[in-house]
């Protein structure tokens, strides 16, 4: 198991940037691939992006494509999600996962879950 716990999440205005971490700890986290997802009031939880276990490949979905970056520092056993020009849209609570497929995608099943981290977007 791996256990994960976000933070830098916040109130931010349209146009705005946030940056969320993941502190992981427990099972080896470098041979861990990442994810973010969020869910917002009455929606489903959706995917966000995703990175290797090396942080050579990630992926995203289409809505932050070009406004977001995922990263990781396997030293610190931390992952990083940049998101700049925020839209009100992107109000949702954010949920980093973890699994052990090295390479995942949007349709990965991840086996960890931090708590969340509400980020809101103001108009």
């Known amino acids: 198991q791996v256990q994960l716990v976000e933070s830098g999440g916040g109130l931010v205005q349209a146009g705005g940037s946030l940056r969320l971490s993941c502190a992981a700890s427990?099972?080896?986290?470098?041979?861990?691939?990442m994810g973010w997802f969020r869910q917002a009031p009455g929606e489903e939880r959706e995917f966000v992006a995703a990175?290797?276990?090396?942080?050579?490949?990630?992926g995203y979905a289409d809505s932050v494509k070009g406004r977001f970056t995922f990263s990781r520092e396997n030293v610190k056993n931390t992952v990083y999600l940049q998101m700049n020009s925020l839209k009100p849209e992107d109000t949702a609570v954010y949920y980093c996962a973890a699994t052990t497929v090295l390479v995942p995608v949007s349709n990965t099943a991840f086996d960890d879950w931090g708590q969340g981290t509400q980020v809101t977007v103001s108009s």
């Open positions: 427990g099972r080896t986290f470098r041979n861990s691939g």
């Open positions: 990175i290797s276990w090396s942080g050579g490949s990630t």
